[in-house]
């Protein structure tokens, strides 16, 4: 990293220097003049400032072996032996991406009695597959299970680790990360890979304003999380193709401070993520009471109810029902959107639906822009008129659904 340093016996007045930076970046401190944590590295000191009292220092970057990393792995993601289906997404984006670079594809699979279910992921085109089957990683607790993937990364040394945004996905790729040094991205849209096999990482930042495109070039592996219904999965072959290969790790690396002492199982439920039919309620819904209509027609269509950002702010929705950045992803097959204005951060989190239908009165919506079919018109007339054409059989729910998403 580049930093900016002053040469002090160079320093002839220092009041004026001061006024050099437009961000008060310098500082003149007991007869020290120094730079605080306001600098932009603009360089405007140097090129205005008195010749050789302020300098540019690159730091010395190690480069790194990049041939001696090889393949991309992936962090088998599951419940007692269940893989999430998340994994088998990052599967697919691991096999299109090892195909450019000529790389292995590898799946990191860690639990207790696991051993019978790790065949099922050589039906997804893995090359092999890393088993660890010890009793102490039965429940997740993050010391061993990072211990585990410090021991794998260390002896296979890929050039990749793609893990799912879940939970468990989140707290235990960073903490593995920075065993090594190294940079992760989370929540990445989209994934690509150079020659050089540098992974182009791009994700939305800044509320989602913009797209960041991040890479690291200095250090491996290169790690990035990525949510769930982002990617699309490959195809279950019928044969099974790869290896296995069954690890183990010293006893003393699985040793935790933390004891589970009960897990309690949520009941289970059909998640935004699984739904096939949502119908999204925005900005556009004056009060509360209004939702009914929206639940009516979620009822008629078998659908699920999902909101954007100002709902839940409001208190009239779960958040857990949010779709967006801060929200969930989702990938149904047909997604109605009733008076949402389509921001880039709620676009972000359902433009992969394989049908949109956007309702809005604001024919320069920009919900039109990702929509597949439009309908220009105020909520308040168009969902009753909807509802009562559905309940009088106009049209068959079921062909509705099925003729949007063919």
Not at 152 to 161: A, D, F, L, Q
Not at 183 to 188: E, K, M, R, S
Not at 204 to 210: C, E, T
Not at 326 to 354: D, Y
Request: a negative charge; charged letters at 25%.
């Amino acid at each position: 990293m580049a930093k900016i340093v002053i040469h002090q016996y160079k320093v002839t007045n220092p009041e004026e220097l001061v006024k050099l930076c437009p961000f008060s970046a310098i500082e003149y401190v007991n007869d020290y003049l120094t730079i605080n944590a306001a600098c932009k590295m603009c360089n405007l000191c140097i090129k205005n400032g008195p010749e050789g009292v302020f300098e540019l220092e690159e730091e010395q970057v190690e480069c790194i072996d990049k041939d001696k990393w090889k393949g991309i792995a992936v962090y088998v993601d599951h419940l007692e032996g269940d893989i999430h289906p998340v994994t088998l997404e990052l599967i697919g984006k691991a096999k299109e991406l090892a195909a450019k670079v000529n790389y292995p594809v590898h799946a990191l699979f860690m639990g207790h009695n696991i051993k019978d279910k790790a065949n099922e992921l050589l039906h997804y085109g893995v090359d092999e597959v890393f088993v660890y089957d010890e009793e102490e990683l039965k429940d997740f607790r993050i010391e061993p299970y990072t211990a585990v993937f410090e021991d794998y990364i260390n002896n296979v040394m890929p050039s990749i680790v793609l893990v799912g945004g879940t939970t468990i996905g989140r707290s235990l790729a960073p903490r593995t990360a920075a065993r090594f040094r190294t940079g992760l991205t989370a929540d990445c849209t989209i994934l690509d890979v150079q020659e050089n096999t540098d992974l182009d990482q791009i994700r939305p930042a800044f509320g989602g304003n913009i797209m960041a495109h991040i890479h690291t070039p200095n250090h491996r592996p290169q790690f990035a999380t990525v949510r769930y219904k982002i990617f699309s999965a490959p195809e279950r072959s019928v044969e099974e193709s790869g290896k296995i290969n069954y690890c183990s790790i010293e006893k003393e690396c699985l040793s935790s401070k933390i004891k589970v002492l009960e897990v309690k199982k949520k009941e289970k439920e059909i998640g935004l993520e699984d739904a096939e039919v949502i119908i999204v309620a925005g900005r556009a819904i004056k009060k509360q009471d209004d939702l009914e209509m929206i639940f009516e027609l979620a009822d008629l269509l078998g659908a699920h109810v999902a909101t954007t950002r100002p709902l839940i702010e409001a208190g009239w929705a779960d958040p857990r029902k949010q779709i967006g950045l801060s929200g969930r992803t989702v990938k149904p097959k047909l997604l109605i959107t009733c008076g949402v204005s389509g921001a880039i951060q709620f676009v972000a989190g359902m433009n992969n639906s394989e049908c949109i239908v956007a309702i809005n009165k604001d024919e320069k919506a920009s919900i039109f822009g990702v929509a597949h079919y439009g309908i220009i018109g105020d909520i308040y007339e168009v969902i009753p008129q909807l509802i009562e054409k559905i309940k009088a059989g106009g049209f068959d729910t079921e062909k509705l659904v099925a003729a949007t998403t063919n």
